[in-house]
């Protein structure tokens, strides 16, 4: 009877149900259901992504919130400019060529109206504009201020733009409108052919001229886009609404005005300094396979 009893246990201890199972409870020994659910799931979409086509991409209809524009620029921009005077009582004149126009800019992007078309831009610049009288041959003579048939002044400027943008994937189509402050840091006048000009006005400004400006601005323009630079060309208008003097300095019965104007057509180099996104057709066809199979990235870890 011994004999058997110790052949029974050697047999029970050797069989493998029995050892594996063997001190666990009934929960431990359950199937891990869940974990072969994941798994199988797994197999699943990964099977579906594999066949999913960018001609049944184009077809999906994305109604989820699209992606927006969300990031900032930081530029440089040279220009040339065209500038002239809005005379009154009105002067005949020429327009004066300037190749100083230059800057920095910074640019936010953003949503606004529920539309990611919308950025502000400020910056500062430095350039050059002036006046030039053209001869009047009706009466044999041409005009002068301070004994100077031209004059060309030295500006600061600081605009302040809204911004309307339309992307493509390397092209940006601009749009801007705003205001700008600015200071007339010198003056250089020129006396022409029939001038004549006091030394002493010759490089400096009267008591009755003014040296703050402010006015408005506005252009279009186009960009374009090879992250993380971005090349940008503009033609902008500049109109001032600050006289180069006070209206009564000659008369206080008769005013006279004067506002600067100036045409810039420039070119500058813009650096991303965080990371584009927009409605590219590459990412409508992620955000549509987002849409059909779900998060993708985070069930595939």
């Known amino acids: 009877m011994k004999k058997i009893f110790t052949i029974i246990l050697i047999l029970l201890s050797l069989h493998p149900?029995?050892?594996?199972?063997?001190?666990?409870?009934?929960?431990?020994?359950?199937?891990?259901?869940?974990?072969?659910?994941?798994?199988?799931?797994?197999?699943?979409?990964?099977?579906?992504?594999?066949?999913?086509?960018?001609?049944?991409?184009?077809?999906v209809t994305v109604k989820k919130a699209l992606v927006v524009n969300?990031?900032?620029?930081?530029?440089?921009?040279?220009?040339?400019?065209?500038?002239?005077?809005?005379?009154?009582?009105?002067?005949?004149?020429?327009?004066?060529?300037?190749?100083?126009?230059?800057?920095?800019?910074?640019?936010?992007?953003g949503q606004m109206f529920a539309m990611?078309?919308?950025?502000?831009?400020?910056?500062?610049?430095?350039?050059?504009?002036?006046?030039e009288f053209e001869y009047n041959e009706e009466y044999d003579?041409?005009?002068k201020i301070e004994g100077a048939e031209k004059a060309i002044l030295e500006?600061?400027?600081?605009?302040?733009?809204?911004?309307?943008?339309?992307?493509?994937?390397?092209?940006?189509?601009?749009?801007?409108?705003g205001c700008y402050g600015g200071y007339r840091l010198g003056i250089q006048r020129f006396p022409g052919k029939t001038g004549s000009v006091k030394p002493e006005l010759e490089f400096g400004f009267k008591d009755t001229d003014r040296r703050f400006d402010y006015g408005i601005k506005g252009g279009v323009g186009l960009a374009l886009v090879f992250d993380p630079?971005?090349?940008?060309?503009?033609?902008?208008?500049?109109?001032?609404?600050?006289?180069?003097?006070?209206?009564?300095?000659?008369?206080?019965?008769?005013?006279?005005f004067a506002y600067p104007s100036n045409i810039v057509v420039s070119a500058g180099v813009h650096f991303q300094l965080s990371k584009r996104t927009?409605?590219?057709?590459?990412?409508?066809?992620?955000?549509?396979?987002?849409?059909?199979?779900?998060?993708?990235?985070?069930?595939?870890?």
């Open 155 to 177: 500006v600061v400027e600081v605009p302040l733009l809204f911004q309307f943008h339309y992307d493509t994937w390397n092209f940006k189509f601009l749009v801007e409108v």
């Open 17 to 59: 149900l029995y050892s594996a199972t063997s001190g666990k409870s009934d929960k431990e020994r359950r199937p891990k259901k869940k974990k072969i659910e994941q798994i199988e799931i797994k197999k699943v979409v990964n099977e579906r992504i594999d066949t999913l086509t960018n001609e049944f991409l184009d077809t």
């Open 116 to 131: 990611p078309f919308f950025a502000f831009k400020g910056g500062l610049f430095y350039a050059k504009e002036g006046y």
């Open 229 to 256: 630079l971005e090349f940008h060309i503009t033609a902008a208008y500049k109109h001032s609404l600050s006289s180069l003097y006070t209206p009564d300095h000659n008369s206080q019965y008769y005013y006279r």
């Open 70 to 109: 969300d990031y900032s620029l930081i530029g440089v921009q040279y220009g040339v400019g065209l500038s002239q005077v809005m005379w009154n009582p009105p002067q005949e004149q020429k327009m004066v060529f300037s190749p100083v126009n230059f800057g920095v800019t910074y640019t936010k992007y």
């Open 278 to 301: 927009g409605k590219t057709k590459a990412e409508l066809k992620k955000q549509a396979k987002s849409m059909v199979y779900g998060d993708t990235d985070s069930q595939s870890r």
């Open 141 to 143: 003579y041409t005009y």
